[in-house]
């Protein structure tokens, strides 16, 4: 470059300022140590057992896609866990401490999750990453976490890949993973619709691909006649509809989120054609599904009945209680926290989920002790977690890091997520059995709060 | 005697960032080691813009190439770390060839729109073909082992590289920039058609720049890989693309030193932005979108007050230019401002249109 | 022959409404020599708007006819805020303006409106349309999609060869200061060329919201491919952007319908760089690259 000497000693003076400016802004304290364990005093003194842990304050972070395209309906998962904590916290908090809850935005970008999560630890030295929101987004941090010996708890993903406890120990998932959604609706509709002609329509990521591996494990090669995928980028679903009624697919199972579900049944409206549809509870939560086809029932011109019906009949499964069951204990609980911190956002399935998967983070963490250090919660998960608002018990154990197994089958009845079966318990493997869970969901407590 | 002095300046640089890594907590010390991946890259946007007249937004493919190479040399090679970047980014550099190729003759805005579907197709191709090599939409894990004098302190040592690897492609492209390969970028910039007149074989310049343009996306792509630990699809999309030559021009076209302000900008602000919001607790729902919207607004207000990006206000900060000196850029636009519109050509983002 | 059929129809439907993106470019970028990056975003917000008020007053032309109203107040907004102020400077400083602008743009509908999908109606039923038992594929809201845009089309191509405005505009497209000199007041024209442009923006932007739904990003992929329409058709013609967009739109549905939904972007660079390998500034622009 041609520079006059007067500007090169400009850049030179303004990359010493950058530099130093850069020195000023971080932040003074460097990642606490990790202390020695409690004092040998009265065992009800707490002391600051981790990073992130003070005598009054939990501080946890996560990763979560609150602006850009995976925001629509992921963005209320973490102001619901936030809810639940706040409940906690003005009722007595974890040992008398509250939970801190930071959750930084991702935009769904790995690089920004690389960054985010590395200021949450290395930065605000939090105590444990909690519910970090994707799968492309996760992996990206799951190695540094796992290095950093950071609990990695209840990864939000349905991936099979956080059940790997010897490589990650660390890394826990929560949610029932799409193999073993895949196999429930497998084998309800190897059950119910024995011989007809079976269509795939799938997300072409691993949501949708684990689950055709899961469909394919329960229903038999000679049904399937069409396997279609989809790309988020392109909302233009036509030619992958046509190509499913051509093949007389006479039921459609489909691994897709709610945009493309809505999507796929409008496709089918506008070619007139009416399979029986069967969906992975991601793709199927009404209250999002009739929202995004409500300007089509609202609509004078169009000769389309209302959205209820548009979604009337659809199967799906789920591993939560359904929002339709307000007698449901866990239903009542989570609606009434969400009537006092977040009246705002929609009460649907987004809700739900965040709510739950906070309910089971206190029931870890009241595991793991009154002062705990970060092995401790990961040990207190290994040791197997009481059953909460799961339709079947976690799993968890020093040798599986996944959370849920089951799930029971429904059907969207009048806007309302139905069950019509019991929770049916299986697991990842081509030929482990798909098998009813015969006990029962225990119930909320009373005050809405995990005991210790 | 450039070389001599560029040299010295770059090791100088290398004793303050590395000063600077023991100061700074390790937090700061990975925002340094993104800085200098998206230096690698912008300053080679920057050589392609600015000086040799041609737009891409499209680098971010580029990027896409260096850090999938690495990655896949990573996990299928045991070469050493220096290899694998110069492999990634020779892997680049003759991915920017054939785009150099075959827009050899696309002009402003169609080389613009061919170089932005490229940054649209590539990572999108890369998720859903060939998942098995290039692992889909999880993209590929990224594991360098830190050398043992720094264990304990991994995002140091990625600061030390990366910075490296910055500094030397900063040396190498501002001996290209004061080359004859830089003049005759300039004359080709500034009046293709004088330029070919003069001689200049017009096409293998611009491929050239491209090239170089590539190789640097690549190196910017390998360390970004190396720092973030992963090279999945959704790290290179358009978002990518649009940023560095958000950085490129808002740090000042055509320098070096305005590629560093152009990444200072890229990495600290929006973090600094999204942490102010949450520090007031507006860090949920529709506020998280403000963060966003003030970045825009940022963008908007700089562009229109300094419009010579950050480095040309810097310069009239700290003085006029010395008349002996070589004409920098902004002077020699003013005298073409009387040229009026050419009617048909696609202007070249250089070329002045009449002001109106 | 009836998935040809479909495919077909359902491409013409596509392409016009990145033709109408493909439009609003082409009248910026021949009167203002910018490359309108937020063009999709502003095309986005009226599209909020519309639905604004098509919720509060339960009418969808109102809110349709508001849409377009509002489109064309945000584009002389922008060029007389933001964009003529940056007009005299280097060029790409007006790319990164529009950018920021993009940005902007999407971080306010986000404050306001929030990131859930939210449903657009559309004008006309969805239900595909048969010929006696042969399913044509498309629906009548398809069709009035197509129709609206080369209404619109037509329209802008009266203006520009009969009325006094667009004599005017095509001057200023020419050689503006020869323009100036006659007394066109040219800051003017580019004003209303803005504006015609944010109301073709917001035409795509009502047109193809029902099946995108409306969220702050949801007008970037259309984005684009109306500017790869734009550049395949040659930025200097509105012609061409009619015609890049058919083009772009039918082959785009061939792909997805015949190979497979994943190849589309890539297809359409494939497109993309068959038509410029063959002509540099598109297939229609009239500039005979000075060879030397």
């Known amino acids: ?452 | 005697m450039t070389l001599l002095r560029h040299l010295i300046a770059a090791v100088v640089v290398a004793a303050i960032v590395a000063a600077l890594s023991y100061r700074v907590g390790a937090y700061r010390d990975y925002q340094i080691a993104e800085v200098s991946a998206y230096v690698t890259a912008v300053a080679g946007l920057t050589v392609l813009i600015g000086l040799s007249g041609q737009i891409s937004i499209g680098n971010g493919a580029f990027m896409a190439i260096g850090g999938y190479a690495t990655a896949l040399l990573l996990l299928h090679q045991h070469w050493p770390l220096a290899a694998v970047i110069a492999a990634s980014t020779a892997a680049a550099a003759a991915a920017g060839g054939l785009v150099g190729v075959a827009a050899a003759r696309l002009r402003g805005p169609y080389l613009a729109g061919a170089t932005l579907l490229l940054a649209v197709a590539i990572p999108v191709s890369i998720a859903d073909h060939w998942a098995g090599l290039f692992g889909g939409d999880q993209g590929l894990t990224v594991s360098v082992s830190t050398p043992a004098a720094l264990a304990a302190e991994p995002t140091r040592y990625y600061a030390w590289l990366t910075t490296g690897v910055a500094l030397i492609s900063l040396v190498l492209l501002a001996n290209l920039g004061r080359s004859r390969v830089g003049r005759s970028w300039r004359a080709l910039r500034d009046d293709e058609v004088a330029a070919a007149l003069s001689g200049l074989n017009v096409a293998r310049l611009q491929v050239l720049a491209f090239v170089v343009s590539a190789a640097s996306g690549g190196a910017g792509g390998a360390l970004l890989a190396v720092v973030t630990g992963i090279a999945s699809p959704g790290a290179y999309t358009l978002t990518l693309s649009v940023g560095l030559l958000v950085a490129a021009v808002v740090g000042g076209l055509g320098s070096l030193a305005g590629a560093v302000w152009g990444s200072l900008l890229y990495v600290f602000v929006p973090t600094y932005l999204s942490n102010v919001a949450a520090s007031h607790g507006l860090n949920s729902g529709a506020s998280s979108n403000i963060p966003i919207a003030v970045y825009g607004l940022v963008l908007v207000v700089v562009m229109l007050a300094f419009p010579s990006g950050i480095q040309g206000a810097l310069r009239r900060l700290f003085g006029s230019v010395a008349p002996s000196a070589a004409v920098p850029l902004s002077s020699l636009r003013s005298l073409r401002r009387r040229r009026p519109a050419s009617p048909h050509q696609p202007a070249s983002p250089h070329q002045e249109e009449s002001t109106l | ?292």
């Open chain 3, 1 to 292: 022959m009836q998935e040809f059929v479909e495919f077909t129809l359902l491409g013409v439907s596509s392409g016009l409404v990145y033709a109408a993106i493909a439009l609003s470019l082409v009248l910026i970028w021949r009167g203002t020599r910018v490359l309108n990056f937020a063009q999709g975003a502003m095309a986005m917000l009226t599209t909020y708007v519309a639905l604004e008020v098509i919720n509060g007053t339960g009418s969808y032309w109102l809110g349709f006819v508001v849409a377009l109203a509002a489109g064309l107040v945000l584009g002389a907004v922008l060029e007389r805020g933001v964009v003529r102020p940056v007009m005299a400077k280097p060029p790409m400083n007006a790319v990164i303006v529009t950018i920021g602008l993009l940005i902007l743009i999407e971080g306010i509908a986000g404050i306001i409106f929030g990131a859930q999908y939210r449903s657009f109606p559309a004008a006309y039923s969805v239900s595909g349309i048969k010929v006696g038992s042969f399913s044509l594929g498309i629906s009548p809201d398809d069709v009035f999609v197509a129709a609206a845009v080369l209404a619109a089309a037509a329209v802008l191509w009266l203006i520009f060869q009969y009325t006094a405005l667009g004599l005017r505009m095509r001057a200023t497209a020419f050689n503006p200061g020869v323009a100036r000199l006659l007394g066109v007041r040219v800051g003017r024209v580019l004003t209303v060329g803005w504006a015609l442009a944010g109301l073709f923006g917001a035409l795509a932007g009502v047109l193809v919201s029902p099946t995108t739904f409306v969220y702050p990003n949801s007008m970037d992929a259309i984005f684009v491919l109306g500017f790869t329409a734009a550049v395949i058709g040659g930025l200097d013609s509105p012609l061409g952007a009619v015609i890049g967009g058919l083009i772009l739109g039918i082959a785009l549905s061939y792909v997805g319908g015949y190979l497979s939904s994943d190849l589309v972007n890539l297809f359409g660079l494939a497109v993309l760089v068959l038509v410029l390998m063959l002509r540099p500034s598109g297939l229609l622009s009239r500039a005979a690259a000075r060879r030397v």
């Open chain 1, 1 to 452: 470059m041609n520079r006059p000497r007067k500007a090169a000693w400009a850049t030179l003076a303004g990359v010493t300022a950058a530099a130093l400016a850069v020195a000023g802004c971080s932040s003074s304290s460097s990642p606490s140590s990790t202390s020695t364990s409690t004092s040998t005093s009265t065992s009800s003194a707490l002391t600051a057992s981790a990073p992130g842990i003070t005598p009054t304050t939990i501080t946890i972070g996560s990763h979560q896609p609150l602006t850009g395209v995976a925001a629509p309906g992921y963005d209320e998962i973490a102001p619901a866990s936030n809810a639940y904590f706040q409940y906690v916290n003005a009722h007595g908090g974890v040992y008398g401490r509250k939970i801190v809850y930071k959750y930084l935005n991702d935009q769904y970008d790995p690089t920004l999750t690389s960054t985010v999560v590395r200021q949450l630890v290395l930065q605000d030295s939090v105590y444990a990453i909690f519910d970090g929101l994707g799968t492309p987004t996760h992996l990206a941090v799951a190695p540094f976490l796992n290095q950093n010996k950071v609990p990695d708890v209840f990864v939000a993903s349905g991936c099979e890949c956080w059940n790997s406890p010897s490589t990650w120990p660390d890394t826990f998932g929560w949610q029932i993973d799409y193999v073993r959604e895949g196999k429930i609706l497998g084998q309800f509709i190897e059950q119910h619709f024995k011989g007809m002609k079976v269509g795939f329509f799938y997300q072409d990521d691993e949501f949708g691909k684990d689950g055709v591996k899961g469909l394919s494990y329960e229903i038999p090669k000679s049904q399937i006649v069409a396997q279609e995928s989809y790309s988020t980028s392109n909302t233009n679903v036509g030619p992958q509809v046509a190509a499913l009624k051509a093949a007389g697919a006479q039921v459609v199972a489909a691994f897709s989120v709610p945009a493309f579900t809505a999507l796929l049944r409008l496709e089918e409206l506008g070619l007139n054609y009416n399979p029986t549809m069967v969906i992975s509870s991601v793709g199927t939560d009404p209250t999002t599904l009739g929202g995004l086809m409500q300007a089509f029932a609202k609509q004078a011109h169009a000769k389309i009945p209302a959205a209820n019906t548009l979604i009337q009949g659809i199967y799906t499964d789920g591993y939560l209680p359904s929002l339709g069951e307000t007698s449901n204990s866990w239903i009542a609980l989570f609606k009434m926290i969400h009537d006092t911190y977040i009246p705002k956002l929609p009460f649907d399935g987004n809700v739900l989920y965040g709510e739950a998967v906070a309910y089971t983070f206190v029931q870890a963490m009241l595991k793991a002790g009154r002062n705990p250090t970060r092995q401790d919660l990961v040990t207190a998960i290994n040791g197997g977690l009481p059953q909460g608002p799961a339709v079947a018990p976690y799993i968890y154990s020093a040798t599986n890091h996944n959370g849920m197994q089951g799930a029971y089958m429904a059907q969207i009845k009048n806007g309302l997520v139905t069950p019509i079966g019991p929770v049916e318990v299986t697991d990842t493997s081509a030929t482990g059995p798909v098998t009813t869970f015969t006990g029962s969901q225990p119930a909320a407590p009373a005050s809405g709060i995990p005991s210790p």
